[in-house]
């Protein structure tokens, strides 16, 4: 019958543009692309990079986040890194304390103002976790109530905690506010064992993933100076939308191509397009933050290398590396 037969026609469209749109994507960044420069690096092919810890599930950067994600079996834990004003190095995100603290309680008037300017001792008076039970009610903890900024060493501790522990990967945050920081930083992971002493092999950290040390950053600048710190540690140029209007995916492309190994653009500008564009200059994709399985498996299709994720959870699950986490038996045995 001709209806029949329109009908026929009108559901082969949408049809045809989908294989067309997975034959366009496969052509553009072929599957496994980036499984050879992964591998050259010591990085696991579709890492499961645990943003801030399993910061789903406990308050960001807090020592339950990152034991938990360890715990997990995570590759890397991530965190950012910033310096206090007496020179301390503390893994936190935001550049000012208002969000994620109680510090309009107890430094009233001075919430606004950048990390920088908080002595160490300062910050140690801080809740870091309340604020996370607040916002989300069903997934709060009593234990949460008190956590405290952890500092690099302290991050380190939890991954060497275990042998084969996971991989760090860390962020130079907001580099410009923290000039020359990067020495200290170098100097911290040294003396843990992550970066060999000048004219030495390798180090001595015992971790699940052959590069146990990923640099990455948003400055450019910092990069440089990281590389020529620590030239056999992986850098990874962050890419935000901004970022990528003014400066074009091309531009990133060949300046990380010259002085870093990996890009890691924000999700929306994962597309196959630019994901083969970084396969073919040597570079592996790396984007965030990766929360949602639709999201964890289009990007995957995308042919990128590993994502960035709150959940790690999920996506350990999604890419085979582990089935069946369960949190709550995790929490747990990690005394939260």
Known sequence: MRWLRMLAIVLSVPAALLLLAVVVSVALSPPGAGRRPAKELGVPHRAVIAHRGASYWAP????PAYLLAREMGVDYLEGDLQRTKDGVIVVFHDDTLADKTNVAHVFPGRENDPIETFTYEELMQLDAGSWFN???PDRARPS?????ILTLEELIDVAK?????????LETKSAHRHAGYEEEIVRILREAGYIAAPGATAGAVSSAVSAPLMFQSFVPESLVELKRLAPDVPRVLLVST???AERGWDRLLEFAAAEAHAVGPIGFLAWPWNVG???????????YTINLAWQMRLLAFFGVDG????????????????????SEALFEAIGY
Not at 60 to 63: D, K, N, P, V
Not at 161 to 169: K, S
Request: overall charge negative.
């Open 277 to 287: 564009k970084a396969h073919r200059a040597g570079l592996i994709v790396h984007p």
């Open 60 to 63: 960001e950067a807090t020592l």
């Open 307 to 326: 994502v960035f994720t709150d959940a790690p959870d999920l996506a350990l699950e999604l890419y085979g590396h582990r089935r069946d986490v369960d």
């Open 242 to 244: 901004e970022i990528e």
């Open 144 to 148: 949460f109530a008190g956590q405290r």
């Open 161 to 169: 905690a275990v042998e084969g522990g996971p991989g760090l990967y």
């Open 134 to 136: 607040e916002a989300f």
